[in-house]
Structure formats: structure tokens, C-alpha cells
């Protein structure tokens, strides 16, 4: 029996999906694409890689958690 | 150098700012009007994750390892991305079953084993007093760089009565107990505390950004800058490379990802995170927002981790003497921004101070409620029935508690000093909390955990922890012969703790959380799966498992395994005795006002009140413990696993029929209204019955009335005039005429109304028959000098209706505007228009109109409007008909305002058959 929760909040998809690509963005083999001798603006590519990635994470979080709440159609009590 | 005097007064001032803040959190509290519920303090109080380890220990490790210190904030992002999944879940278990600390969860998931809370609690307090030491050592190295200077290195042994740490720790412990302990909180709630550690964590935010900014562009030129220089040191190069400053040429992975993990792990389930995201959570809706703000925090208090150390490295040279964990003081001091560098001395106490009030509360409230209590539960002459209010017994426990973890930490830090053991002690500390993941997560989406599975696995992999991380750390403090380490104990290699059974090549915190995490797992599926779970664990992960289908709407209660007979007053007792009496009564009065109870003294000892009592008493002195104190003063039936289920069955039978129940009512509601409409329209209908016979009756004795007037003159009077007696007669007549009209309309009426007219459709041409109805009434015009004149189309398509009726209505309409317009200069227009669905027609005149608000009534029966002194005469019933012969006809009919203050009378007709929905009145041409 699954029961959509009261007052809304985000998705769990959505969720589950950010967690499964910071996963990925955050392990090897990934991080070995930036792991060289290269620079952006003057910095190291291996940091800026890292918090780049970070605060992108940080803001699609953000944006799953505060857009507002699809209407999804509310089964009625009782049927299957 | 500074003074130590103004060293010690900031740190004193900082002190007693953080007390007054607590201070106004409380009282705002008490007021009603917490500062705390929002997701903005939340989320800062989150930030409690940032200790002194962070403060000073990330550009230590960034210094030695480069990027190496980001996995510890990486991994806590990770969890934020669930934490709306999984920490809702167990807040919300905690907030419905009254948990407080993460031993009473543990324990409480796996029945109420008092056992198993020991056991966490065991693990909790191993694990995290030498990380309060680290966090004493971290004020006390501060305070002796600032007070001493970059230039001298470790400072001499001080006695410890002179060192200022040891009254950081007093002053630590008053504010813990002050804030931590003032009253026994069933919901172990504590506003003031967390208002403190919310501005401690902007306190500490703001003094490393401050310190980040002043290095980066005050003593360099911005990042690019401390980069270009550090091409300078070959030996900086790797820092910014996966390889690290280890030098080691492959990319440790495993390391990365297991750091990763455990940061996760850790971020839920540290003592001080989980007082501060699930106990203290005011509202679980704040977590949505609190994860990305969070997350945030870390990234921001991160970003300027390296450019620090990189910065100091180029600044000192590299192992220029200065130790990196120290950058934050010893860069400022070193350019002599002294001010600046006392700010980063406080952001570090605020650090330090913030991990240590909640690490200490957390703790105590384990160490009470799971150690201490169940020990005098045991004791003979510790009788749970025995009088005595506990409630200040609890406290001072508590209290003392407090004292004794701060202490131990001292103790600690004061022995182990400088040893590796300390240093390293972060990241030890976080995988002995680790191993309370596969219990509590597992617990709360797995129903087959049991409490035999969950304690092997817990202390399995808490002996394989100590043996592979705690073990080797004291070894490598000199504590332990080297010889333990290499080649192994009793020079046995397959037993090295750092290689088990020979494993190398993966760094020992790997290593360790490998197969400690592998130990703990396999025995607590293993045995979880070998013996299935009783009763009790059975009905808890139910419970827990499923906390978000345990409806808190009435309707639907939660199922609630006790079996039994208790007393009110052994409850009672019982409450008094342990929330004290104040909040015993409040509690036992929320229930009865629940159960619709008039007085506490009626209220009916069942399951329920059991179940309510015991999760209160479980707030103050934790689930195990108020297990067993319930138990002592109610006579329990065992439950077994049927009893179980047949519970479940009763319960899930309840839900049926509280649904049924709610469906039943709801149709019987919607069967009163229909009934209810029901009954006022036929009310309406015998009402207007009434008005109509009245109204018919009136309208038939005023003819009647000067018929028999007139008869009974002429009657009376044999010698009357012919002249006079032929106008009489001519009265008379007309009066008769006006009196069938009546009756003929009043009949036509009713058979409309009782649908039995007989109506004779054919195909009409309305343009025809309006001009036909314009000449017939032609004379009746001209008799009060008015005109008619119509305006009709070249063209127009047949429709299909009744044409008698409906020259009936046009007659109608336009007697009705003769009647009404001035005399000598009345006119009156019919103009037709087709449009596409419909015909509409409309009759205008130039006579007095209708008032607005008369406009609805015209169509009544009977209802002439008006002044009844000067209008024209009629039978009232005109009117209705005809708009009864239009609607029979598919089509409406309708009055407006013509320009001029005229009357505008229109109808429409459906073109098609069954057109009944039109385009509405646009399109009458009354403007």
C-alpha cells in the first residue's frame, strides 16, 4: 500500500538520480578525466573540477527541493 | 605575540555571548516563539559537522595530501542528496516514538533491548572521547601559537591548573549542563542550545572566510597567484594532482571512495549530527531546504582550504618549521594582522566549543539513560515501584555525565598529548560511528533485522575496528610494542592488524573499514536471517519500517502490540515519579481530552494509555529503560508472534472498518442534502400553488366583481336608460371576455406546466410569421397613435416549432410594448438577426422600461410590475407563457434596458435540433 505523503517535499526520482550521478562525478574512474597538468584561469584542473562539480550539485539540489510540487493525480481511497 | 590577559578576556567575552544567546533561545522558547523553526538555524546547527578537525585540521591534510581532505565533505553531500529520503525517515520515527539519542533508536528498533543500547552507547563513548580531546587540544595549541607567538615552537610543559584549557573545559561543562540539562525535556529538546550552535557556526564561518580572503589577497594576489608561486616547490606540484603529496604514482581509489562513504555515514550518524538533525529537528519539513543549505555551508567553508595551504607552504617554505594545522592563526600573526588573527582564534574556539557542548550532551543522555539507568534498574533495592520523584535523580545523572565525558576528554588529551593517537583520531572516530549503519539503516528499511543480529554485528565490527585502527594507533603512540604492528602479534604476519590475513596495499583506514564493515554486515544478515526476529522485534520493525504509513490521522491508529492489565494509578505513579508531577497530569489530561474522557480519574487503563505512557517515560530515561519500567508495574501477557499477528489483523480489520464507516457517512450525508434539496423545492413548489390559487382568485373577482355590480344595478333599476344600460351591458362583456382569457391562459399554463400541451411542430418562417404578427397588431397601435415597425433579414432559414405558439409569444410581446409606449409618439422596432447557431428576436419600444431590479420578476405569474395605480390592464400570465413556449421551443427568452429607457424584450431558437446551450443574450439588438 503506498500512500503519497502529506504536504509534499520533492520527489524521491529525482533524488535518487542526483545521488547516483554524484556517485559517479565523485569517484574514480571520473575524477582520472581531470587529473592532469592543465590549468583553468591560472588554477589547478583537478580542484576547480571538484567544487565546479560540488556547487552544481548543490544547485540541482536546491532546484529539486524548493521548485514547486507537480499535481499528481490522487488515487482515491480504497481502490487497488 | 599577544597579551595573554586579552587572549583569555576575548575568549572569556566570546563565552558569555554564547550563554547569552542560548539564554534568549531558551526564553523565546518558553515565550512560544522559538527562533530556532526555520530551515535557515537548522541547517547552521547542522554545521556542527565543522569541528576544530575541520577548522584547522582540513589545511593540515590539504597541506600533506592536497585534495585529499575533500572526501570528509564530499561524502556528507552525498547524504544531503538523500537526506529528504532517509533522515525524514528517521525523524519521523524518532518524533513518533520519542527516541533521543542514537542508541535509544537502535535499541528501540530492535525491541527495546537494553542490551544493545549498552552496546551503542559502549561504542559511542570509545569512539568519540579522544575526538573531544582532539577538539580541547585544538583550543589549547591556539591559544598557546597567539599567546607565544610564530617564532617559539611547542611551548614547555605547563601545570594544569595553569593552562587555560582546563577552565575552556570547566566553563564548557557549566554551559552544557546549564543549557543541556535545565529541565527533563520528554522530547529532549533544547532551543537555547541550538540558537548557540547555530551562531557559533556562523561565527566560525566568517573568521576562516575572513582568514581565506586576507591570505589569498592580502598576503597574495589572489589564487593564480599562490599557484604561480608554488610552481616554485616541486614538491607542491602533486598536491593538486589524485596522486597526493604521498607521492605515490597510482591513484588510491579505494581510499577516496572509502573516505567518501564513511564521511556519509558519518555525517548521519555522529553522536553530536544525530542530536542536531533528528532530535532537535523542530519541523521535518525543514530538512527539504536544510540539505542544500548545508551542503552549501561546507562547500563555502572549503573553498579557501587550499589556497590557505598552499599559501602558508609557499609563505613558511615548505616544512619551513610552522605546523600547516596551524595556518589559520599563523599566517595573519605572521604579517602582523594580529586582530585578524585573534577573529581566527575565536572562529577555532567557536569550532571546538560548538562539537563539544552537543558531542557532550548527546553522550550524557546515552550514558544515562542507557547505562546508568538500567544499572539501578538491576539494583535490589532500586525498586521502579518505590516512591520518590526521579526527575531531579535523572538530571543530576545527566549532569554528572557531562562533567565526566568532558573530563575523560581532558584526561585524555593531557595523557596522549601529542601522539599519533590524537592526531589521527578524526577519521578513527568517524569509523567507529560507521558501524552503526548497517544496524540503523538497515533497521529502518529492512523487517528482518533482529536484536541478536544487530548486537553481533555491532560488536564484531567494533572489535575488528579497534583491532585494526585503535589497536595500531596506540602501537604507533608508543603504547604497544612496534613488534604488534610488524610483523604481527606474537610475530604471527597473518595476524597483522593493519594487513588481515595478509591483505596489503590498501592504506589502513581502508583496510579497517573493509573488514569491519564485511564482519558487521555478514553477522547481522547472517544471524538476522539463521534466527528469524520475535515478537517484540517483529511489532518495533513494523513500527519503524513502515512509520510512514502509520497514518497520524484518528481514522487510521497505529497497531500496538501490549497485551495485558494495568491500573491507573500504578501508571500514574509511575509518570509522577519520572517527568515529575507537573507533566505527568498535563500528559494524562492531553489523553483524556483525546479519548473524549471528561476526568483523568475516568480514564480507562487499556493498550493505548500503556503505549502513550511508555513512549513519554521513553523521552526521559530512553526506550529500554522505560521498557522495563512499565513492565514492573503492569501485569503483561508475553506476546507471541501470533499474538503478533493477530494484533496486525485487528488492527488492519479496524482500518477496513473505519473506511467503511467514513464511505457509509459520507453517501448517508450526501443522501440527507438530496433529500433536504428535495424537500424545499416541493416546499417552494407548494408555496407558489398557494400564491397561484390566491393570485388566480383575485384576478377572476375584480371582473367578477363589476360584472355583478353592474348586473345588480341594471336588476334594480327596470326604468335605466338603453344608452346607459347598453354601456353597462358592453362592460359586462368585456369584463366575461377578460374572464375566460383568464381561465384560457391559466389552463394553457397548467398544461405546459404538467406537460400535457399539445404542441404542433412544423417547419416555421419566423420572417413570415413576425410580419404576419406586426400587422395583426397593426390596429391596436394605430388606436393609441403609435407605430411597429419590424426589421427583418432577406432571408432566413426555417426552424422547427410550433407557429400558433409562437405567434402567441410575438402577439404577446408586441401587445405587451402597445400598451406601454406613449401615446401618439410610441414606437416599437422587431428586428430579427441569424446568427450561427441561432435566431434571435428582439422587441424594443420607447415606453417607461423596466427597472432593473424588477427585470427577473416580469416572468413570474401574475406579477404585473409597476405601479399598480397606472398601468395598463393584463392578466400577468402573458408573459410566463410566452417564455415557457421559447424554452419548450430550445431557446430563452429575456429583458434588458433599451437606449432610451425603453423596454427590450428578446428571445432566441436553436437553428438545429436540441440546441439548447446558445451563445447566450449577445447579439439581441436592444443597443
Redesign the interface.
Known amino acids: 500500500m503506498i500512500r503519497p505523503d502529506k504536504g509534499g517535499g520533492p520527489d524521491r526520482g529525482p533524488l535518487l538520480a542526483l545521488f547516483g550521478a554524484a556517485l559517479v562525478l565523485f569517484n574514480f574512474p571520473m575524477l582520472m578525466v581531470f587529473d592532469r597538468d592543465a590549468t583553468v584561469f591560472g588554477l589547478p584542473l583537478l580542484g576547480v573540477a571538484l567544487f565546479v562539480i560540488w556547487a552544481g550539485l548543490i544547485g540541482l539540489l536546491a532546484w529539486v527541493s524548493e521548485r514547486p510540487r507537480r499535481r499528481r493525480p490522487r488515487r482515491e481511497k480504497g481502490q487497488p | 605575540m599577544i597579551a595573554p590577559s586579552i587572549v583569555l578576556a576575548v575568549s572569556a567575552g566570546y563565552l558569555l555571548l554564547l550563554f547569552a544567546v542560548a539564554a534568549f533561545g531558551d526564553r523565546r522558547a518558553a515565550q512560544g516563539r522559538s527562533v530556532i523553526g526555520n530551515a535557515w538555524i537548522f541547517a547552521l546547527s547542522w554545521a556542527v559537522y565543522c569541528s576544530a578537525w575541520t577548522y584547522f585540521g582540513s589545511v593540515g591534510r590539504a597541506a600533506a595530501g592536497g585534495?585529499w581532505f575533500?572526501?570528509i565533505y564530499?561524502g556528507p553531500?552525498?547524504a544531503?542528496?538523500?537526506a529528504?529520503?532517509v533522515l525524514?525517515k528517521m525523524v519521523r520515527i524518532a518524533q513518533t516514538y520519542r527516541i533521543t539519542s542514537i542508541a535509544d533508536f537502535i535499541a528501540s528498533r530492535y525491541g527495546k533491548s537494553p542490551l544493545l543500547a549498552a552496546a551503542v552507547t559502549l561504542i559511542t563513548v570509545v569512539g568519540i572521547v579522544p575526538y573531544i580531546a582532539l577538539q580541547l587540544k585544538a583550543v589549547s595549541a591556539g591559544y598557546d601559537l597567539l599567546v607565544h607567538g610564530v617564532e617559539q615552537g611547542p611551548e614547555a610543559a605547563q601545570p594544569w591548573w595553569r593552562n587555560g584549557t582546563f577552565a575552556v573545559t570547566l566553563v564548557l561543562a557549566a554551559f552544557t549542563i546549564v543549557f543541556g540539562t535545565r529541565h527533563l525535556d520528554s522530547a529532549e529538546r533544547h532551543e537555547g542550545m541550538v540558537a548557540a550552535i547555530a551562531f557559533e557556526s556562523v561565527v566560525k564561518l566568517g573568521a576562516f572566510l575572513a582568514v581565506g580572503i586576507f591570505v589569498t589577497w592580502g598576503i597574495f594576489a589572489g589564487?593564480?597567484?599562490i599557484?604561480?608561486r608554488a610552481q616554485v616547490f616541486p614538491e607542491l606540484?602533486s598536491l593538486?594532482?589524485?596522486g597526493g603529496g604521498e607521492g605515490t604514482a597510482a591513484?588510491g581509489?579505494a581510499q577516496?571512495?572509502a573516505t567518501?562513504i564513511l564521511a556519509m555515514f558519518s555525517v548521519l550518524l555522529l553522536p553530536r549530527q544525530f542530536q542536531m538533525m533528528v532530535v532537535e529537528c523542530v519541523d521535518e519539513?525543514h530538512i527539504?531546504?536544510a540539505?542544500?543549505m548545508f551542503?552549501?555551508y561546507l562547500?563555502l567553508i572549503n573553498?579557501f582550504v587550499?589556497p590557505l595551504a598552499i599559501g602558508g607552504m609557499v609563505h613558511f617554505g615548505p616544512g619551513g618549521g610552522m605546523d600547516p594545522e596551524t595556518f589559520v592563526l599563523s599566517l595573519p600573526l605572521a604579517e602582523g594582522a594580529t586582530v585578524l588573527a585573534l577573529v581566527a582564534y575565536i572562529g577555532g574556539m567557536s569550532a571546538a566549543t560548538g562539537m563539544l557542548i552537543v558531542e557532550t550532551v548527546a553522550v550524557s543522555t546515552m550514558v544515562c539513560n542507557d547505562f546508568v539507568m538500567p544499572s539501578l534498574l538491576r539494583l535490589r533495592g532500586f525498586d521502579a515501584r518505590a516512591g520518590g520523584d526521579l526527575t531531579e535523580l535523572l538530571l543530576n545523572i545527566r549532569r554528572a555525565a557531562i562533567i565526566a565525558v568532558l573530563l575523560l576528554g581532558y584526561l585524555y588529551y593531557r595523557i596522549a598529548g601529542d601522539a599519533y593517537a590524537l592526531v589521527s583520531i578524526g577519521l578513527i572516530s568517524f569509523a567507529a560511528v560507521a558501524q552503526f549503519a548497517p544496524a540503523l539503516l538497515g533497521g529502518i528499511y529492512w523487517r528482518g533485522g533482529t536484536a541478536a543480529g544487530a548486537l553481533a554485528g555491532l560488536l564484531g565490527g567494533f572489535a575488528v575496528w579497534a583491532y585494526t585502527l585503535m589497536l595500531p594507533s596506540m602501537a604507533k603512540s608508543g603504547w604497544l610494542p612496534a613488534a604488534f604492528l610488524d610483523p604481527g602479534p606474537f610475530g604471527i604476519e597473518l595476524l597483522a592488524p593493519e594487513a588481515l590475513p595478509g591483505l596489503t596495499g590498501l592504506d589502513n583506514l581502508t583496510h579497517s573499514l573493509f573488514w569491519s564493515l564485511l564482519v558487521n554486515v555478514s553477522l547481522y544478515v547472517g544471524i538476522s536471517l539463521w534466527r528469524g526476529p520475535g515478537a517484540r522485534e517483529a511489532s518495533q520493525a513494523l513500527l519503524f519500517v513502515d512509520v510512514?504509513?502509520q497514518?497520524d490521522d484518528a481514522a487510521e491508529p497505529a497497531p500496538i502490540f501490549w497485551r495485558g492489565r494495568a491500573r491507573l494509578e500504578d501508571l500514574v505513579d509511575l509518570s509522577n515519579r519520572l517527568l515529575g508531577p507537573l507533566r505527568a497530569r498535563q500528559m494524562f489530561e492531553d489523553y483524556a481530552a483525546e479519548t473524549g474522557v471528561a476526568d483523568v480519574e475516568a480514564i480507562t487503563a487499556d493498550a493505548r494509555l500503556v503505549d502513550r505512557v511508555e513512549r513519554q517515560l521513553a523521552g526521559a530515561v530512553g526506550s529500554a529503560s522505560a521498557r522495563v519500567m512499565v513492565a514492573s508495574v503492569v501485569q503483561e501477557e508475553p506476546l507471541g508472534i501470533a499474538d503478533v499477528i493477530e494484533i496486525l489483523d485487528e488492527a488492519s480489520q479496524l482500518r477496513v472498518y473505519a473506511?467503511a464507516l467514513e464511505?457509509k457517512s459520507l453517501s448517508l450525508e450526501a443522501a440527507t442534502a438530496e433529500l433536504r434539496a428535495a424537500n424545499e423545492a416541493l416546499q417552494s413548489l407548494d408555496h407558489m400553488k398557494d400564491d397561484f390559487m390566491s393570485s388566480v382568485t383575485h384576478e377572476l373577482r375584480t371582473p367578477l366583481t363589476s360584472i355583478r355590480a353592474l348586473t345588480e344595478l341594471m336588476l334594480d333599476t327596470p326604468d335605466m336608460e338603453a344608452e346607459q344600460r347598453e354601456k353597462f351591458l358592453r362592460i359586462v362583456v368585456s369584463e366575461s371576455e377578460r374572464m375566460s382569457r383568464l381561465v384560457n391562459q391559466v389552463l394553457d399554463m397548467a398544461k405546459m406546466e404538467s406537460g400535457h400541451a399539445e404542441w404542433h411542430n412544423a417547419d416555421v418562417d419566423m420572417r413570415a410569421l413576425i410580419s404576419d404578427a406586426v400587422t395583426i397588431t397593426a390596429e391596436v397601435f394605430r388606436e393609441r397613435g403609435a407605430v411597429a415597425v419590424a426589421d427583418l433579414p432577406a432571408q432566413v432559414p426555417l426552424i422547427r416549432a410550433d407557429p400558433d405558439r409562437l405567434t402567441q409569444v410575438m402577439l404577446n410581446l408586441l401587445t405587451n410594448a402597445a400598451k406601454f409606449v406613449p401615446k401618439e409618439t410610441g414606437r416599437a422596432e422587431v428586428i430579427l438577426r441569424v446568427r450561427a447557431d441561432d435566431l434571435v428576436v428582439t422587441v424594443r419600444d420607447n415606453g417607461p422600461g423596466i427597472p432593473e431590479a424588477q427585470r427577473a420578476a416580469v416572468f413570474e405569474r401574475f406579477r404585473q410590475v409597476g405601479d399598480a395605480a397606472t398601468r395598463p390592464h393584463g392578466t400577468g400570465l402573458g408573459l410566463p407563457i410566452s417564455r415557457r413556449i421559447v424554452e419548450h421551443s430550445g431557446g430563452e427568452m429575456w429583458v434588458e434596458a433599451a437606449p432610451g429607457g425603453g423596454a427590450c424584450f428578446a428571445f432566441r431558437l436553436p437553428l438545429g435540433p436540441g440546441e439548447g446551450e446558445g451563445h447566450g443574450h449577445q447579439g439581441a439588438d436592444c443597443r
Open positions: 585534495i575533500l572526501p564530499l553531500m552525498l544531503m542528496l538523500l529528504w529520503i525524514r589564487p593564480a597567484d599557484w604561480a606540484q593538486m594532482r589524485l591513484f581509489h577516496w571512495f567518501t519539513h527539504r531546504r540539505a542544500w551542503s552549501g562547500l573553498l587550499l510512514f504509513e497514518g473506511r464511505e
